[in-house]
C-alpha cells in the first residue's frame, strides 16, 4: 500500500474549530511541515477535510 505525502500549505488562524481539529490529528502543527501517512479512506477522509489548507501527493 502506498503513503501519503501531506504539507500544510495555508495558515489555519482563522479556520472553523472542525477544520483545526483535523489538521491537528494529521500530526501538522507549523506552515510548511510535511508528514507521511498510510493511504486508506480514514487519512483521506481526512484531507478532504482540510483540503484548502493541505495538499496531498502519493509516494
Known amino acids: 500500500?502506498?503513503?501519503?505525502?501531506?504539507?500544510?500549505?495555508?495558515?489555519?488562524?482563522k479556520a472553523r474549530a472542525k477544520e483545526k481539529a483535523t489538521v491537528a490529528a494529521l500530526g501538522l502543527k507549523?506552515?510548511?511541515q510535511?508528514?507521511?501517512k498510510?493511504?486508506?479512506?480514514a487519512?483521506?477522509?481526512m484531507v478532504n477535510t482540510a483540503s484548502?489548507?493541505?495538499?496531498c501527493e502519493e509516494i
Do not use: F, P
Not at 505525502?5 to 488562524?13: E, F, P
Not at 484548502?52 to 495538499?55: I, K, L, T
Open 43 to 45: 487519512i483521506r477522509g
Open 52 to 55: 484548502h489548507y493541505v495538499s
Open 34 to 36: 510535511s508528514v507521511e
Open 30 to 32: 507549523k506552515l510548511g
Open 1 to 13: 500500500m502506498a503513503n501519503l505525502k501531506i504539507t500544510l500549505v495555508k495558515s489555519i488562524n
Open 38 to 41: 498510510a493511504d486508506n479512506e
